[in-house]
């Protein structure tokens, strides 16, 4: 086991240091850049688009809202990361991980913007809702179906199975180290235990469907954000006078020239960025699977919606352990567990009950989690093959993986969650970067009808270049009769499903020109549709997107 754990360390931190972390500055940069810094100067507008109700779905019952799908991709973001990632990032690479952290989140938010942007457009309408994300987008905006079929197996695995191993496995550390303070002996029968209860519950929520874990989440997540919250500010009350001092060792560590000769800086990026991206997920390609399920008046909606997730899940809730962290010490000793690190954390400010409520709050952040998980990779299975027959068995999967996490060793079910994150990661960013043309297109759309006084709204009347696009056509019209079909499935052949700019069934949904392989997804459109610098439209509109003059 150490041979194999020795490998995976040296594996993640060739892939992640020479390749994935310069990808994701050189794309966070250009996002930011050519979309106007729509992660701060939108931020506002965020909070109202979040406030929107949803429409009616077919059935009678309520689509999922702005808030829903919030929560729902929160669910998913808000786990052990915030916690147990957190405390392991500064454990490893010093408190200057927590700036590397907040600062990816900042720059990382506008792609969030974009990838969500585009679940948005590209999702699809089956009988239990929408769904879509990169999957999706990329099928029908890059027209690559190999591409959307890697991109769903690597996600279903990555997060149905191995993030989850992760959650199940910080569920099980800190039940372990509460019931430990009663005496209760604890070892692999407990926490097989702790495996069977777990994969139980879960059970009970996931065999209902999206729309009552979406329901679950919602009740859930803001509280568990609520509590958790709490105690970091009664730990911050306690220990007032030490604040500035850690604030000042954040910075001091992330930039101090004793950390650069050492190599401290590269550890504190290395370990801030990989941590972030496990908790927030900006980029990753997980959130869009969420964003896309709610039912909005216009693309842009669910990507400020998603990014607003971004900073709540790091500047706030991962905030929170930083301070509870490093208000207790900035030193520690080789081999400890970080949840252990966490309670001790608590109980040294607050008292011994401390440690019983970080793991109550652990495990709802956790278990939403697990929740949240779960519906990324049924919606891509759905993608790959909508068989409930299919189905049950990955819901099976997904029970005996919770239960695997929880007598596995914590090491091991990181070091794999890394893995398989830096390469979803990367075929995700490597989708959205020529897509995110279409992005800031809408992006322009949006920003002018605000500026206009106007709720904005989007119809593929505004933007009739735009291939493959299901659900922004005529309201009403019929779904797509394949879509139906399907359940949401990819095509699973490769003929053109009509003419280039042939409107199918009222949808607004065009044929793939599969020929092209993406080509004309790649220009943004036809050549006299291209958009300005600023993410406007055709020349002779001369505007960007809002800016704050």
């Not at 916690?83 to 010093?94: E, H, K, P, Q, Y």
């Not at 900073?311 to 010490?329: E, G, K, P, R």
């Not at 993986?401 to 979803?424: E, R, Y």
């Not at 075929?427 to 605000?450: K, W």
Request: contains cysteine; glycine residues 12%; charged residues 15%.
């Amino acid at each position: 086991m150490t041979v194999l754990n020795n490998a995976l360390v040296a594996l993640n931190d060739f892939f992640w240091t020479f390749f994935l972390i310069p990808l994701l500055v050189i794309l966070a940069v250009y996002f930011t850049v050519r979309s106007g810094f729509v992660q701060i100067r939108l931020l506002p507008e965020m909070f109202r688009v979040m406030r929107s109700s949803p429409g009616t779905a077919p059935d009678g019952g309520r689509e999922i809202s702005a808030f829903q799908a919030f929560a729902l991709s929160a669910a998913s973001r808000v786990g052990t990361g915030n916690i147990v990632g957190v405390t392991l990032a500064i454990m490893l690479g010093g408190p200057g991980a927590v700036f590397w952290m907040w600062l990816m989140a900042g720059v990382l938010g506008a792609a969030s913007f974009v990838e969500s942007t585009l679940a948005q457009l590209y999702k699809v309408r089956t009988s239990t809702g929408f769904r879509g994300g990169p999957a999706y987008y990329m099928l029908y905006g890059l027209e690559r179906r190999w591409m959307g079929v890697l991109f769903a197996v690597i996600i279903t695995i990555t997060f149905s199975l191995v993030f989850n191993s992760v959650q199940a496995n910080g569920i099980t550390g800190a039940i372990g180290t509460s019931v430990g303070e009663f005496g209760v002996p604890t070892g692999l029968w407990f926490d097989a235990v702790i495996g069977i209860g777990l994969a139980a519950l879960t059970g009970a929520v996931i065999f209902g469907g999206v729309r009552r874990i979406a329901t679950v989440a919602q009740g859930l997540v803001p509280l568990m954000a609520i509590l958790y919250i709490l105690l970091g500010v009664a730990v911050v009350i306690v220990n007032i006078d030490e604040v500035p001092g850690v604030i000042g060792s954040i910075f001091a560590h992330a930039f101090g020239l004793r950390e650069a000769a050492a190599g401290g800086v590269g550890t504190a990026i290395l370990w801030g960025m990989r941590r972030g991206m496990f908790s927030n997920e900006a980029g990753l390609g997980s959130a869009p699977n969420a964003g896309a399920t709610a039912s909005v008046s216009h693309p842009a909606k669910q990507g400020l919606v998603q990014t607003l997730g971004v900073y709540f899940d790091t500047w706030l809730v991962c905030s929170v352990t930083a301070f509870i962290v490093l208000l207790f010490s900035t030193e520690f000793a080789p081999g400890q567990e970080p949840i252990v690190v966490a309670q001790m954390a608590l109980q040294s400010s607050l008292g011994g009950w401390a440690i019983h409520a970080l793991t109550v709050i652990l495990f709802l952040l956790a278990w939403t989690s697990l929740l949240g998980n779960y519906y990324y990779g049924e919606s891509n299975l759905r993608f790959l093959d909508a068989n409930d027959k299919h189905l049950s068995y990955f819901r099976a999967a997904v029970l005996a993986s919770i239960f695997i996490g929880c007598v596995a060793p914590l090491t091991l079910v990181w070091n794999l969650a890394d893995i398989a994150m830096g390469v979803m990661a990367t075929v995700n960013l490597l989708a959205i970067a020529p897509l995110s043309t279409i992005a800031f297109r809408l992006l322009g759309d949006y920003s002018r009808q605000l500026r206009n006084g106007l709720d904005p709204q989007f119809t593929l009347a505004k933007m009739p270049d735009l291939r493959n696009v299901h659900c922004w056509g005529d309201a009403g019209g019929p779904l797509p009769e394949e879509v139906e079909r399907s359940g949401g499935a990819a095509p699973s052949d490769a003929a053109p499903q009509g003419e280039p700019g042939a409107v199918d069934g009222g949808e607004g949904m065009h044929g793939p020109d599969w020929e092209h392989d993406g080509e004309h997804a790649a220009e943004g459109g036809h050549p006299d549709e291209r958009q300005d610098p600023d993410g406007g439209e055709a020349p002779g509109d001369g505007r960007g997107p809002d800016r704050d003059d």
